[in-house]
């Protein structure tokens, strides 16, 4: 874990006696805040909340915030989904929203001085709210450390900057360079020009992690004209991963933002041009922090047995990795994202990938969950396949060699309908997940997906309207 995120923790789990103590130390170190944005984080990765006076930070501490429970079963949009059961055919009831600690931070990239909280939802009696994505992550963990475990994280984030208004199409439109006025409009791959074109908005991003206790590391240019990734460090408490990722997410919104850009995560914003994913790195310790996918060669069984689970469960939990329409668009073959659950060493063409990195850096490469997943669900979906090989002891195929693409093997769905069917259907998914958050994530995207289909994009008019 890296200094910046132990210290959060600690922040996080220290004990105190007046819950309200954490938003008073941090009122004294930043008297000119004068607003808090308050808000739990949906299936879809929305923040939902309120914004409250500075001087109500307290009263949130000590007493929580009301919210109903519906807010964490809207559909993309933020209307009610009825088949999730939470809206007014259950009477609409109010879940209680507590503090996430060490969550209260600067938004550096606020017009005016303001923090924000990130908060989780649990039911009135207490108990933690199943619909909450936090919770069913923390819940998984729970079974992983029962075994003894400790999963140790990182995201990879990929997302475009575009201009805030699009094309004569319509569409996106990346930014120009401020000293050239140029717009790019091929892959600029590591290209070092690019970033330095764009420092200011990544001088604001940086100011920003640092200030919401987000340890980021490497950035550079993807393949797509306008397309970054950054990439945050590894955790051993991959709660705190998701909240990181999570937060990151919408502190990389906010200052494009504030520099007149749009930052998107988006999984396909360009038809022609690459996807943007999220990519998951991981290993597991025992109770002494040794790396149990380490043998000092190819891996040791635990991680076959991890590769294995992560395959078996893969089509289950597609619906969680490419949770919108436009995902699919990303799981192209070619594309250098994966359409089939398989694995291999150093190969950037398959499903789960395993580096070349040995002793402490053992690990895989997970690489089938787009920008556009719930950081929180994704990492549960994740350690939920591999929980799944582990006790089932599952051995996985021959490791893929050369192009994956062109391998006969079992596909993912290819459709949204198709793999929220599949999600339904899981066993694995409801035993790992729960009932409530499978039956929210089925009902919500499924009517996002019936809202989608009435649309007819204007590609299709160009290419039947006449011609047909």
Same mark, same amino acid.
């Given at each position: 874990?890296?200094?910046?995120?132990?210290?959060?923790?600690?922040?996080?789990?220290?004990?105190?006696?007046?819950?309200?103590?954490?938003?008073?130390?941090?009122?004294?170190?930043?008297?000119?805040?004068?607003?808090?944005?308050?808000?739990?984080?949906?299936?879809?990765?929305?923040?939902?909340?309120?914004?409250?006076?500075?001087? /109500?930070?307290?009263?949130?501490?000590?007493?929580?915030?009301?919210?109903?429970?519906?807010?964490?079963?809207?559909?993309?949009?933020?209307?009610?989904?009825?088949?999730?059961?939470?809206?007014?055919?259950?009477?609409?009831?109010?879940?209680?929203?507590?503090?996430?600690?060490?969550?209260?931070?600067?938004?550096?990239?606020?017009?005016?001085?303001?923090?924000?909280?990130?908060? @989780?939802?649990?039911?009135?009696?207490?108990?933690?709210?199943?619909?909450?994505? !936090?919770?069913?992550?923390?819940?998984?963990?729970?079974?992983?450390?029962?075994?003894?475990?400790?999963?140790?994280?990182?995201?990879?984030?990929?997302?475009?900057?575009?201009?805030?208004?699009?094309?004569?199409?319509?569409?996106?439109?990346?930014?120009?360079?401020?000293?050239?006025?140029?717009?790019?409009?091929?892959?600029?791959?590591?290209?070092?020009?690019?970033?330095?074109?764009?420092?200011?908005?990544?001088?604001?991003?940086?100011?920003?992690? !640092?200030?919401?206790?987000?340890?980021?590391?490497?950035?550079? @240019?993807? #393949?797509?004209?306008?397309?970054?990734?950054?990439?945050?460090?590894?955790?051993?408490?991959?709660?705190?991963?998701?909240?990181?990722?999570?937060?990151?997410?919408?502190?990389?919104?906010?200052?494009?933002?504030? #520099?007149?850009?749009?930052?998107?995560?988006?999984?396909?914003?360009?038809?022609?041009?690459?996807?943007?994913?999220?990519?998951?790195?991981?290993?597991?310790?025992? !109770?002494?922090?040794?790396?149990?996918?380490?043998?000092?060669?190819?891996?040791?069984?635990?991680?076959?047995?991890?590769?294995?689970?992560?395959?078996?469960?893969?089509?289950?939990? @597609?619906?969680?990795?490419?949770?919108?329409?436009?995902?699919?668009?990303?799981?192209?073959?070619?594309?250098?994202?994966?359409?089939?659950?398989?694995?291999?060493?150093?190969?950037?063409?398959?499903?789960?990938?395993?580096?070349?990195?040995?002793?402490?850096?053992?690990?895989?490469?997970?690489?089938?969950?787009?920008?556009?997943?719930?950081?929180?669900?994704?990492?549960?979906?994740?350690?939920?396949?591999?929980?799944?090989?582990?006790?089932?002891?599952?051995?996985?195929?021959?490791?893929?060699?050369?192009?994956?693409?062109?391998?006969? @093997?079992?596909?993912?769905?290819?459709?949204?309908?198709?793999?929220?069917?599949?999600?339904?259907? /899981?066993?694995?998914?409801?035993?790992?997940?729960?009932?409530?958050?499978?039956?929210?994530?089925?009902?919500?995207?499924?009517?996002?997906?019936? !809202?989608?289909?009435?649309?007819?994009?204007?590609?299709?008019?160009?290419?039947?309207?006449?011609?047909?």
């Amino acid at each position: 874990m890296s200094v910046t995120g132990q210290a959060l923790r600690l922040a996080a789990t220290a004990k105190i006696d007046d819950p309200a103590e954490e938003a008073r130390i941090f009122l004294e170190n930043h008297p000119d805040i004068t607003s808090a944005d308050l808000f739990v984080i949906d299936h879809n990765g929305v923040a939902r909340g309120k914004r409250i006076p500075a001087a /109500s930070l307290g009263k949130a501490f000590r007493s929580g915030l009301a919210m109903p429970r519906s807010v964490l079963a809207l559909d993309v949009w933020g209307n009610d989904v009825p088949a999730a059961g939470f809206a007014q055919e259950s009477g609409d009831g109010d879940g209680l929203c507590r503090p996430v600690a060490g969550t209260l931070r600067p938004m550096t990239w606020a017009r005016s001085p303001a923090a924000q909280l990130m908060l @989780t939802m649990h039911e009135p009696d207490g108990s933690p709210f199943p619909g909450d994505p !936090r919770h069913v992550l923390a819940r998984v963990l729970q079974r992983l450390a029962a075994h003894g475990l400790t999963p140790v994280v990182a995201t990879e984030l990929e997302f475009y900057l575009v201009e805030p208004t699009g094309g004569e199409d319509g569409g996106p439109v990346p930014p120009r360079q401020p000293a050239s006025g140029r717009r790019p409009c091929d892959p600029c791959v590591l290209s070092l020009d690019e970033l330095e074109g764009l420092e200011p908005v990544f001088a604001g991003i940086e100011a920003a992690a !640092r200030a919401q206790g987000i340890p980021t590391d490497t950035l550079i @240019t993807e #393949h797509g004209p306008g397309q970054f990734e950054i990439n945050l460090w590894h955790q051993a408490d991959a709660l705190l991963a998701a909240d990181q990722a999570a937060l990151f997410k919408r502190a990389v919104k906010g200052c494009a933002r504030a #520099h007149g850009l749009v930052a998107s995560f988006m999984a396909k914003p360009f038809g022609h041009a690459a996807g943007s994913g999220m990519h998951v790195h991981m290993s597991l310790l025992d !109770r002494t922090g040794r790396n149990l996918f380490d043998d000092g060669a190819e891996g040791s069984a635990l991680l076959r047995h991890a590769v294995a689970g992560l395959c078996a469960t893969m089509a289950d939990f @597609t619906a969680i990795f490419a949770p919108n329409p436009n995902s699919f668009r990303r799981l192209r073959p070619g594309a250098f994202a994966p359409t089939a659950p398989t694995w291999g060493y150093e190969n950037r063409t398959v499903a789960v990938r395993i580096p070349h990195a040995g002793g402490p850096a053992r690990r895989l490469e997970h690489r089938v969950a787009g920008a556009d997943a719930n950081p929180h669900l994704a990492l549960a979906a994740i350690l939920a396949g591999v929980l799944h090989g582990i006790e089932h002891r599952l051995e996985p195929a021959a490791p893929v060699t050369g192009c994956a693409y062109g391998t006969l @093997t079992e596909t993912l769905p290819d459709s949204l309908p198709a793999a929220v069917r599949a999600l339904e259907q /899981s066993t694995v998914a409801r035993t790992q997940l729960g009932d409530t958050m499978v039956r929210i994530l089925a009902a919500a995207k499924r009517q996002e997906h019936e !809202r989608l289909i009435t649309v007819v994009p204007a590609a299709e008019h160009a290419a039947y309207l006449r011609a047909v």
